[in-house]
């Protein structure tokens, strides 16, 4: 079973980055899609964005222009850069991945590897 360990979380203040890391013990290419999700407090989880293992990627309408994702197969990593921060923003996200091509970013349904979240905190 590969662990995903998340890392790169913390306290920004709004308009600011973070850059978040996902870390696979093992070969990350065993994903057929990999991502992000986050959960805030009182909320449903939500997926923020994925990528394929043929590195098509999702976001959702929220972060848009603001999240980039890219995945470096030699280190086996997935990151998630996060410029121009909201508040709405904050949440403990979660690296998820699936080896089936159903797997839903939207929802993660279908996601059954996952770490074990990391905090991001926007306020100033």
């Known amino acids: 079973q590969v662990q995903l360990v998340e890392s790169g979380g913390g306290l920004v203040q709004p308009g600011g980055s973070l850059r978040l890391s996902c870390a696979a013990s093992g070969f990350i290419l065993i994903y057929e899609q990999i991502g992000w999700f986050r959960q805030a407090p009182g909320k449903e989880r939500e997926g923020v964005s994925c990528?394929?293992?043929?590195?098509?990627?999702f976001y959702a309408d929220s972060v848009k222009g603001r999240f980039t994702i890219s995945r470096d197969n030699a280190k086996n990593t997935v990151y998630l850069q996060m410029n121009s921060l909201k508040p709405e923003d904050t949440g403990v996200y979660y690296c998820?991945?699936?080896?089936?091509?159903?797997?839903?970013?939207?929802?993660?349904?279908?996601?059954?590897?996952w770490g074990q979240g990391t905090q991001v905190t926007v306020s100033s």
């Open positions: 998820a991945g699936t080896r089936s091509v159903f797997g839903d970013c939207k929802s993660g349904t279908g996601y059954d590897s």
């Open positions: 990528i394929s293992r043929g590195s098509g990627t």
